[in-house]
Each structure stands twice: as C-alpha cells, then as structure tokens.
C-alpha cells in the first residue's frame, strides 16, 4: 500500500458513533441460548448490584467492578464470564474490566468516553432524577456540526441541541446555551453522559423553561505545536468567541446578543465559564459553574487572580449585566470548602451569586441535578 498523508493525517477517521440500544450477547458466543435468564451483556437490580459480562473463553483470569471493589468473575462452559458489583450510591459509575491483569474494555458493557479514553459505565438509576429519562414526550434533535477554527487551524465538532419545535417553526428564534464539558471528556459527554438532551426534552414538555439551543464544543483542545498535537486549551474561550458563535449565528436561528446567550460547564469547563463571564460578560448574560470557581482557583493564564476578580469591585454593574450567576457543587467534593470561600466573597462584595450543593461527588450525578436548576433559571426576561 502508498497511502497519501492527506488521508492519513484526514479528521474524518477520527469521527466516532456509539449506538442506543443496550448491547446484547452474540447468539454465536453461548449454546444454551440464554445465561441466567437473558441474552443482555449486563443489569442492574434495585438493591444497586450489577450483574456483568465478558467474552474471554481464553482468559485465565477477569476482574470488575471500581476502585477498591474489584470482583472475581466466573467463566461458564461457554467461555463467558459473569460476576455481580455492588454500588452504594447511585449515577454514572466507573465499570472497569481486567482480562489477566490488563484493563480492557468490554464490548459486552455500556460504552462511552471519559478521562481522556473510551470507557465502560454502568447507569444505578437515581429515583431522585426523574427528570432525565426518556418519556413520551416531543424530543428535541442533536445534530453534529463541524467548523473551521482559525485559532486551532483545524476543523471542530460541536454538538447542538435544538427544541423539539425548532424545525417546525421557522419563525422563531431561540437563546444559545454554551455548554462545556470537564477535563478528560469532549464534545459528546453531556449528551451521552449528561442526559442533557432528555432534560430539555422534559422540563420543556412540563413548561419549566425558556426553550433554547445548547451548544457543547471540544475543550481539551488539540493544538500544533512544532508538527505535533498537543492538548491545549489556553485558547478555548478565543475559540468560541471567534469561531463558534459566528458560525452558530450564521447557521442557526438564534438571538444574537449577549441577554439571550448563556455561559456553564462542569468542573474543569466550571473553570473555563468562570473565566469567560469575568472577562467577557460584554459576550454573556448569564453563567453556571457546575463544580467550579472564580475564586480561589483560578487558570493560569499569564493572569493573576486579583485581575481576574476586578469585575467584582463593581457588583452594581456585574449584578446587572450577570443574571443568573449560578454555582453548583456535590456535599462529597473534596472542593467544599473552596466553593464555600467564594459564597463568602462574593457575599462581601455584594454579588448575587446563587449556590447549591447536591448529594453526590465528583459526578454526573451533580452535574445533572445543576443542570436541571440552571435551565430553569435563564432566558427569562
């Protein structure tokens, strides 16, 4: 073979799809025709357990489960291994899979994409979080969009979710939700993981709230330095001001000012929103940092602190021009504390800041709680 460097080096082979139904087990892998009662690859009981599976009739040896609980699993005369993990807590969970001492991942398992990598995940329902599952109700569309950066010198994908309505009233026009992900994760996270798409979906079939666009870009960056790509995300609030929103305001019916454009994100996009609101909420009418802060902790971008917190000195007019500003954080996260000096600072400048703190951890669990208050509070005039 002479395969051109134009195809080698092309984006297009390093676009992904992940299916939606749960992932059944080949009929080619087992005799019996079932194992314990179903051909699924895994489930999840009320209690929290979840029973797996794995393909590995050469394996001598397959573990599972997270950190500080891995399981033995048990191989059937069909080469398929099965075991069961008990969960203490519900959400998104880590499912982790050793085949002979080396981490693998199941195709047998949810998959999805996380901590820089593709993933396995196990959803233990939260009976608290009704409002993420799929119901008969009018859904909105999630589409794929790609667009030249000038500051990556490379194409983007951005996924954007639009009301179930927008394609068939072509009169109106909606506000645009900025939505970032967190470190390790992309583009596709709030949507697969997040369940962003499905919230909308009910709390606009319940009246809840403002119908509006989400856009949910790539912030762990890929720039060239010296011929090779490196993650780098400096640039990525230049990136969205100077390439996304004119492309998204080109392409989409949106209300192009600053009162009908939203910033938010979870944890390390917490941090990349919180960024953008002080420097640029000529840009943004409102912000959510889901497991973030504007202080203490801040980026590092040839910027101290004390600049970055200069929008404060005058919280008439950050008051009025940030509404809602809004923080969210899980009683677990190690951060409390930090998430408790900056209500504590913003009280004594006087900024209106609104806090919440949900059940949970560092997780999806919170960050989806956040996002479901947070949609309800912007776009209203």
């Not at 069961?84 to 991942?105: E, H, M, S």
Request: proline content about 6%; aromatic content about 12%.
């Amino acid at each position: 073979m002479n395969i051109p460097e134009e195809f080698l080096t092309n984006q297009v082979f390093d676009s992904r799809a992940i299916g939606f139904n749960r992932q059944l087990i080949s009929p080619q892998l087992i005799k019996g025709g079932q194992i314990e009662g179903s051909n699924i690859g895994y489930k999840v009981f009320p209690d929290g357990k979840v029973w797996v599976t794995l393909d590995g009739p050469t394996a001598n040896e397959v573990k599972a489960g997270y950190p500080g609980n891995m399981v033995d699993l048990v191989k059937n005369e069909d080469g398929i291994w099965t075991g069961t993990i008990q969960y203490d807590a519900p959400g998104l969970k880590q499912l982790i899979f050793y085949v002979d001492g080396v981490r693998i991942i199941n195709p047998l398992s949810p998959i999805g994409y996380g901590w820089g990598v593709g993933i396995n995940y196990i959803e233990v329902p939260d009976p608290e979080q009704d409002y993420l599952l799929i119901k008969n109700v009018p859904h909105g569309t999630v589409s794929q969009e790609y667009f030249y950066s000038e500051i990556t010198g490379e194409t983007e994908c951005c996924y954007i979710y639009t009301p179930p309505k927008y394609r068939d009233d072509l009169d109106t026009k909606y506000p645009v939700l900025y939505l970032q992900h967190g470190g390790g994760e992309n583009e596709t996270c709030w949507t697969d993981l997040g369940k962003v798409n499905f919230i909308m979906d009910n709390l606009l079939a319940e009246g809840k709230i403002v119908p509006f666009i989400i856009v949910m870009n790539n912030a762990m960056m890929q720039m060239n330095k010296d011929g090779n790509p490196v993650l780098d995300n400096s640039q990525y609030n230049d990136m969205i001001i100077q390439d996304c929103i004119p492309f998204i305001e080109s392409k989409y019916r949106v209300i192009a000012d600053k009162k009908h454009r939203a910033i938010a994100g979870l944890s390390m996009g917490s941090l990349l929103s919180g960024e953008m609101i002080m420097y640029h909420y000529d840009v943004f009418g409102s912000a959510g940092l889901f497991t973030g802060y504007t202080y203490p902790k801040v980026f590092n971008r040839g910027k101290s602190q004390d600049d970055q917190l200069k929008v404060f000195d005058d919280p008439e007019t950050f008051n009025r021009e940030v509404n809602p500003f809004f923080g969210a954080i899980g009683d677990r996260e190690p951060s409390v504390p930090l998430f408790e000096e900056e209500r504590k600072m913003c009280a004594e400048k006087g900024i209106n800041y609104i806090q919440k703190i949900y059940p949970g951890e560092h997780e999806w669990r919170v960050w989806r709680a956040a996002f479901h208050d947070y949609a309800q509070m912007i776009f209203r005039d």
